[in-house]
C-alpha cells in the first residue's frame, strides 16, 4: 500500500526561529500534497494545497510568507514555519494524492510542533 | 455547499456492541466518501470508503452505508473493541486522484468500553 513519511514526528523550537517538516511519498508518485493543522479535539484544516512543480495554493487566512510549502518532486514535500511563535503550536499533518494510482489520499503521521 | 455534518461528537459503546456514526454532505458533485481513524498523536488512516454508485459497502467489522437521495452516509461498527477507541472522521471529495481537496467532518470521539 502507499507510504507517507513524515518527520520529525515532533519538534520543540524556540520563538522566533524556523522549522521544517518532511513528507515523502515512499512507494508512489505523489502529484499532490495537501497540509493540514489540527488543533486538539478539532477536525483537521486544510492550510494550503501543492502540485509538484507549482506554487502552493493556500486557504483563506493562512499566511503564505509563514507557512512556506515546497514540493519540488514526486516524492518530497516540505512545509517551513517561518519565524514559528507560540500560537503555531498544532499538530501538523500532510496527505498525498496521485493522479496515477488509485490509493487516493495517503497520510503522514503527523508532527507535533511546540514553540516555547 | 462544502460542508460535512458529522454525529455525534462523542459516542460510548460497551464492548461488542455496535457503534454507528452518521455524516451528511451538501455538494452533490462529491463522489468520494471515505471514514478515517485517527489515533492519539498520529495521522489519519484510512478505514475504508465508498463511491456513491453502491449502497453499501462492508470490510470485516466495518460497514458503510449510504443514501445518495438524503445525502448521508455511515459507518458502522459491529462487535465493537476497545482497541477501535479512537476518533473517527468522515470525508468527502470530488474524485480521490484528481488532486481535489478532502472535506472532513467533525469527527467523531468512539470510546469502547470493555
Known amino acids: 500500500g502507499a507510504v507517507v513519511s513524515q518527520h520529525p514526528s515532533w519538534v520543540i523550537c524556540k520563538s522566533g526561529t524556523s522549522v521544517k517538516i518532511e513528507c515523502r511519498s515512499l512507494?508512489?508518485?505523489?502529484?499532490?500534497m495537501f497540509w493540514y493543522r489540527q488543533f486538539p479535539k478539532q477536525s483537521l484544516m486544510l492550510m494550503a494545497t501543492s502540485n509538484e512543480g507549482s506554487k502552493a495554493t493556500y486557504e483563506q487566512g493562512v499566511e503564505k510568507d509563514k507557512f512556506l510549502i515546497n514540493h519540488a518532486s514526486l516524492t518530497l514535500s516540505t512545509l517551513t514555519v517561518t519565524s514559528a511563535h507560540p500560537e503555531d503550536s498544532s499538530f501538523y499533518i500532510c496527505s498525498a494524492s496521485s493522479r496515477t494510482s488509485n490509493y487516493g489520499y495517503t497520510f503522514g503521521s503527523g508532527t507535533r510542533l511546540t514553540v516555547v | 455547499q462544502q460542508q460535512v455534518k458529522q454525529s455525534p461528537q462523542s459516542l460510548i459503546v460497551q464492548k461488542g456492541g455496535i457503534s454507528i456514526i452518521n455524516c451528511a454532505y451538501e455538494?452533490?458533485?462529491?463522489?468520494?466518501f471515505p471514514w478515517y481513524q485517527q489515533f492519539p498523536g498520529k495521522g489519519p488512516a484510512l478505514l475504508i470508503a465508498?463511491?456513491?454508485?453502491?449502497s453499501e459497502k462492508k470490510e470485516g467489522r466495518f460497514t458503510i452505508s449510504f443514501n445518495k437521495s438524503a445525502k448521508q452516509f455511515s459507518l458502522h461498527i459491529m462487535d465493537s473493541q476497545p482497541g477501535d477507541s479512537a476518533t473517527y472522521f468522515c470525508?468527502?471529495?470530488?474524485?480521490?486522484?484528481?488532486?481535489?481537496?478532502?472535506?472532513f467532518g467533525e469527527g467523531t470521539q468512539l470510546t469502547v468500553n470493555p
Open positions: 455538494n452533490t458533485a462529491f463522489d468520494y
Open positions: 512507494d508512489f508518485q505523489a502529484t499532490t
Open positions: 470525508a468527502a471529495s470530488i474524485g480521490d486522484t484528481s488532486g481535489s481537496r478532502l472535506t
Open positions: 465508498i463511491r456513491p454508485d453502491v
